[in-house]
């Protein structure tokens, strides 16, 4: 079902030769992405465990974390975001190497942007039959239909707004951690410029779920609660 935009989706690109990662940003684009980077595995880490992407290209050598080890640890939190990993070396022990860490596509370098973009599409697409579901307590948060539902027997579905949704996601994507209000300002609202924006999403939050959805951590925070 390739259209001729078939774009529109939130992609993480993990690459640390800038002059390739400028060209793929302009590239993804022009296609009709909506494209995040990160320079280093470290950063490209932190970004897939604590946003939401629907594609994560990931290089994979990368300063400060190998990109087979930013895959196993994605994997080992969770994140089933699919991932197209690239690689300078192109031979087979390469590639069984990164499918065995979790990639669903592997691209050796250099390679034909169409091609690329072709593959990307085709893993949307595949991915697009794979709900995303965060687990929230006994509820599940369903990051592709902004609903949480509530465990069996327990009543209807609650729709959420596309900010409530992010922070909620962001919550419960690490569920030990204590975030502070800016920590939360930075990953869910990075739009936003006031901490009180944290609290009153909170609140909402609160209303729609029952209170003890989210937990308060006196002078530190908040932090998934159990409900
Ligand atoms: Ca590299």
């Keep these: 079902m ?7 989706g ?16 302009e590239l993804l684009s022009d296609e009709g992405y ?5 320079a280093d595995g470290q950063r490209g880490l932190h970004l897939g465990l604590v946003r939401q992407y629907d594609v994560v290209i990931l290089d994979r050598g990368l300063p400060a974390l190998d990109g087979l080890d930013v895959l196993a640890r994605l994997r080992g939190k969770g994140v089933t975001t ?9 031979n087979p ?6 499918l065995d860490a979790g990639a669903e596509d592997y691209l050796p370098k250099p390679f034909d942007v169409d091609e690329l973009l072709a593959r990307l599409r085709a893993l949307r697409r595949r991915h697009l039959d794979v709900a995303r579901v965060l687990p929230v307590g006994t509820m599940r948060l369903n990051l592709d239909t902004r609903q949480v539902e509530p465990g069996p027997g327990a009543g209807e579905p609650v729709r959420l707004s596309e900010r409530e949704c992010a922070l909620l996601a962001t919550l419960a994507g690490r569920p030990s951690r204590v975030f ?18 944290v609290d009153t999403y909170v609140s909402y939050l ?10 308060t951590v006196h002078g530190r925070g908040y932090q998934l609660g159990a409900p």
Excluded at 93 to 98: C, L, S, T
Excluded at 206 to 215: D, E, F, H, S, W
Aim: no cysteine; charged share 30%.
């Design 2 to 8: 390739d259209t001729a935009h078939p774009g529109s």
């Design 10 to 25: 939130r992609v993480l690109l993990v690459e640390d030769n800038a002059e390739l990662a400028e060209l793929l940003t």
């Design 34 to 38: 909506e494209v995040e980077t990160a």
């Design 82 to 90: 699919p991932v197209l990993v690239l690689s300078a070396l192109g």
């Design 93 to 98: 022990a390469d590639r069984v190497a990164g």
């Design 180 to 197: 502070t209000r800016r920590d939360l300002l930075s990953l869910a609202f990075p739009e936003a410029d006031s901490e009180a924006v």
């Design 206 to 215: 609160r209303r729609k779920l029952g209170r003890p959805v989210i937990a």
